[in-house]
T-cell receptor, first 112, second 117 residues
C-alpha cells in the first residue's frame, strides 16, 4: 500500500518569499504523484502531476515540483509567494483507476 | 479538461433523514467513480469505488448499508446517506478517472457539504 507524508501541517511565508511544501511518498514503485490546492469550502484544483515523463514538473500559478526517486520526495515550490496562494495544499499518489491516497494537507499562510 | 459536477453543492438535513448526492461526468464517460469524504481540518479519505453495472466496493470501516452507491449510467453515480446523523456531517467529493488512454488523472467534483442537524 502506498502512503503520502506531508511534513508540516501549517507553513507561513512572507509575501514574495520562497514557498516550499514537502511531500514524501512510500511505494514499491514510483507512483503517479499530484499536488492539489483547495480553497475554503471548495473542491480540489490540480496544480501539477508527475507521470515519469520528466522529473521537474511545472504547474499552474508558478508552482513546480521535483520528483526525486532517491529521496522518495515530490516537494512543491514557488519562487515568490503571493497573497492569493494562501490555501490548503494536498500531495497525493495514485490516480487513473486506482484510488488516490492523500497526504494530511499543508495549510499555507502568506504574510503581507 | 474534463468536468465532474456534483449536486447539491450543500445540503442541510435533520437527523434520521436520507440524503442523495449526485456525481456526473459532463463530457466523458466514467465506468468508475470514487467517493471521498473530508472531515473538517482533515484530509480526504476514500469511502468507496463506484462501478457502472456492478456493486460498489467499500473501504474498510465504511458501512455499505448506510452509504448506498448506485452507478446508474456511464456518466452518473449517486451516493445516498441513509438515516443521517450529525457525525455524517462532512464534505463529500467524487472523482472520475480520465477516459483517455495514458492519462492517469482523476477529475474531482466541486464537493457537497452535508450538515446533519
Amino acid at each position: 500500500a502506498q502512503s503520502v507524508t506531508q511534513l508540516g501541517s501549517h507553513v507561513s511565508v512572507s509575501e514574495g518569499a520562497l514557498v516550499l511544501l514537502r511531500c514524501n511518498y512510500s511505494s514499491s514503485v514510483p507512483p503517479y504523484l499530484f499536488w492539489y490546492v483547495q480553497y475554503p469550502n471548495q473542491g480540489l484544483q490540480l496544480l501539477l502531476k508527475y507521470t515519469s515523463a520528466a522529473t521537474l514538473v511545472k504547474g499552474i500559478n508558478g508552482f513546480e515540483a521535483e520528483f526525486k526517486k532517491s529521496e522518495t520526495s515530490f516537494h512543491l515550490t514557488k519562487p515568490s509567494a503571493h497573497m492569493s496562494d494562501a490555501a490548503e495544499y494536498f500531495c497525493a499518489a495514485g490516480g487513473g483507476y486506482q484510488k488516490v491516497t492523500f497526504g494530511i494537507g499543508t495549510k499555507l499562510q502568506v504574510i503581507p | 479538461g474534463a468536468v465532474v459536477s456534483q449536486h447539491p453543492s450543500w445540503v442541510i438535513c435533520k437527523s434520521g433523514t436520507s440524503v442523495k448526492i449526485e456525481c456526473r461526468s459532463l463530457d466523458f464517460q466514467a465506468t468508475t467513480m470514487f467517493w471521498y469524504r473530508q472531515f473538517p481540518k482533515q484530509s480526504l479519505m476514500l469511502m468507496a469505488t463506484s462501478n457502472e453495472g456492478s456493486k460498489a466496493t467499500y473501504e474498510q470501516g465504511v458501512e455499505k448499508d448506510k452509504f448506498l452507491i448506485n452507478h446508474a449510467s456511464l456518466t452518473l453515480s449517486t451516493l445516498t446517506v441513509t438515516s443521517a446523523h450529525p457525525e455524517d456531517s462532512s464534505f463529500y467529493i467524487c472523482s472520475a478517472p480520465s477516459d483517455r488512454v495514458g492519462n492517469n488523472e482523476q477529475f474531482f467534483g466541486p464537493g457537497t457539504r452535508l450538515t446533519v442537524l
